[in-house]
């Protein structure tokens, strides 16, 4: 009897990820054909490292105090680029209505969505990090900095594919998502800025450990909260 | 016009007093600041504003959590009730924060030579004030009223888990902001030991300031139950 139910539920689990996979799949593939996100977000980013150049005049002495912060508000502005462009392609063709029907979990839409808006900045951030080294004559390639970057996108996606999956269904979708997705991610942007800065100046890591706790939290809380409001998102 | 005669409530006598209450009240509070509490000895007159920081700040909180209530009480139960309670609620609290801020900024001026500081307290009410404006700016986007009310609900619940989370991040660094009322360390500027009389005169403006909260509160309830109606009322027109 256990044994039925026990296949029933990895019947429904298996039937979860499958959705959530093709969603990613789906994603990927018609990136992979278009590239227009990726290589928006891309040339979006360098140009933003390109303004902060001559916006702080980066000498050595700026840049060492700087980085961490251009770094993150070139990901974030990136960032709210491809979650706007991800979305509203849903949006437009109609695809959101067609992911609706199906006869899945809605929150394996939000998980789907999230994970490949997720790889679609991981992507950005990995070409972001070796140009910056090279343009800048630093090395970025430290370990820690590398959680920190992965623990703050993940946060930072992770509400801004619910916020997205909002300011896509107004009138003012495009200048909407910025305003309602920064306020709300400013914790993430203060811990990982302190972090990287931390791991960059090569702090020792009990003092670094407060700002990677406060992200993992965060990443926690609100991976749950999206899941658990996402219904209401995407309910008509 | 007969159809808004016959639907149009006016207030209920009990919102009246509590309208002339209010008014009372305040008159009364703003008595005992400048009469009844002490002066501060170093700070002298300055101080005084303290107790209207502290009152509208309490509002502002009071706002912010009728406002996260409300809104998860709209996603369990689909009443639109609820929708007008938490945007009454959510105004309330943006204007009273504002004026914590301004009220704040005063008092900094003088005490800490700056009217800014970016201390916990401060730019986590500043960014309070961002995600109110950015609800608002999210309903006026949405025509629907229950994909509005949804979004605002939702939208309402995302920010009050993440005011709390900012705050704390935030305060991991140095505050130089005064601790009142508990603890108080020495690191901090500006704060200073009550006087039994300026802790009733506290108290008081807190109590003055509730009895505030709740009027207004009412009358925006009120306001949106009425703009509620007219909606209707066109609608009914139009077909």
């Known amino acids: 009897m256990s044994n039925i139910r026990l296949t029933a539920r990895q019947k429904t689990s298996s039937r979860f990820f499958g959705a959530v996979g093709a969603i990613i799949w789906k994603d990927l593939a018609a990136e992979l054909r278009s590239r227009e996100l990726l290589s928006a977000m891309l040339v979006f980013a360098l140009l933003v490292t390109l303004i902060f150049n001559f916006a702080l005049d980066l000498d050595p002495g700026t840049r060492r105090v700087a980085t961490p912060g251009i770094l993150w508000a070139t990901f974030a502005f990136a960032g709210t680029l491809g979650l706007n462009r991800s979305m509203a392609v849903e949006k437009d063709r109609g695809c959101l209505d067609g992911l609706l029907l199906a006869p899945v979990d809605r929150s394996a839409i939000y998980f789907g969505k999230t994970i490949s808006n997720l790889a679609f900045m991981l992507i950005v951030e990995v070409v972001v990090l070796p140009v910056y080294s090279v343009l800048y004559n630093m090395n970025l390639f430290n370990t820690g900095l590398i959680v920190v970057i992965l623990l703050g996108s993940i946060g930072y996606i992770a509400v801004g594919t619910l916020l997205s999956s909002m300011a896509v269904q107004t009138r003012t979708r495009d200048v909407l998502l910025p305003i309602l997705l920064f306020p709300v991610v400013i914790p993430i942007l203060i811990a990982a800025v302190k972090a990287s800065s931390g791991f960059l100046q090569g702090l020792a890591l009990t003092e670094v450990m407060p700002y990677i706790n406060l992200l993992i939290v965060y990443d926690l809380i609100f991976i749950a909260a999206a899941y658990m409001v996402f219904d209401y998102v995407v309910e008509e | ?239």
């Open chain 2, 1 to 239: 016009m007969h159809l808004l005669e016959k639907k149009m409530k006016p207030q209920p006598i009990s919102l009246k007093m509590l309208n002339v209450v209010s008014v009372l009240l305040f008159l009364a509070a703003l008595g005992m600041v400048f009469l009844y509490a002490p002066l501060e000895v170093t700070m002298n007159y300055v101080q005084k504003i303290f107790y209207f920081h502290i009152a509208t700040g309490w509002v502002g909180m009071l706002g912010f959590l009728a406002a996260a209530a409300a809104g998860v009480l709209y996603l369990v139960k689909h009443d639109q009730k609820w929708d007008i309670i938490e945007l009454a609620a959510v105004e309330i609290s943006l204007v009273f924060f504002f004026i914590t801020i301004v009220a704040g900024s005063i008092w900094a001026r003088p005490t800490w030579g700056a009217y800014w500081t970016w201390e916990p307290r401060l730019t986590t009410a500043a960014i309070l004030e961002m995600v109110y404006i950015a609800y608002l700016l999210l309903r006026q986007g949405i025509d629907d009223s229950d994909r509005r009310a949804r979004f605002s609900a939702v939208y309402t619940l995302i920010g009050a888990i993440s005011v709390p989370i900012t705050f704390m991040s935030i305060r991991l660094f140095r505050t130089i902001h005064p601790v009142v009322i508990g603890t108080n360390s020495s690191a901090t500027t500006g704060s200073f030991d009550m006087t039994s009389k300026m802790l009733v005169t506290m108290f008081f403006a807190l109590f003055t300031f509730s009895v505030i909260f709740v009027n207004l509160f009412w009358h925006r309830i009120r306001l949106g139950q009425l703009a509620e109606q007219v909606e209707e009322l066109k609608l009914e027109e139009l077909q």
